[in-house]
């Protein structure tokens, strides 16, 4: 008798595993998931939020949904982009270890901190342009880190 072929294909890609490879990468794929949940919370929240604000008092300007929300939500999408451009060019590349598990984890926390830059202070993040950039700048470090380090022993064509 042959031995059963597997029916499923698992977290790690490979056919008949239902689990990550390792526990760097089932970490990182958590950080993106986690903003990927926290977006569709906002794309959620967003209906029930303009069904609120749509019983204003009469002469009150009304903003469909609240501003704070529709940045909320541009923020989280943009964060769980940011996280899984980077992911799936690490998965692809050299793999994830340790490395980029810090790092993906750093730029999570910085993500997180300016998202709530732009839920909490919406206007500000207008004025103040700079403070917007400086909360992002790490970002953008560690991201540019992290998609070099996707491309560490990688084949040449030399």
């Known amino acids: 008798m042959s031995a059963q072929a597997p029916t499923s294909v698992g ?5 008949g595993i239902d689990r990550f490879p390792d526990v760097y990468t089932e970490s990182v794929w958590i950080a993106v998931f986690t903003f990927f949940i926290v977006w569709l919370l906002a794309l959620f929240l967003s209906p029930i939020a303009e069904g609120y604000a749509s019983f204003s008092k009469p ?20 964060s769980f982009l940011i996280l899984l451009a980077t992911t799936l060019a690490n998965q692809s590349g050299h793999g994830i270890d340790y490395r980029i598990m810090a790092l993906t984890w ?48 990688a084949p040449t064509t030399r």
């Open 11 to 15: 977290g790690g890609g490979v056919l």
């Open 106 to 153: 750093t730029s999570f926390a910085v993500l997180a901190l300016w998202t709530l830059l732009h839920t909490l202070l919406p206007v500000a993040v207008d004025v103040l342009w700079w403070l917007d950039m400086l909360v992002f700048l790490p970002v953008v470090g560690l991201q540019i880190a992290s998609f070099a380090l996707a491309f560490t022993n």
């Open 59 to 78: 002469g009150e300007t009304k903003d469909h949904p609240p501003r704070s929300l529709r940045n909320f939500a541009r923020a989280a999408r943009d």
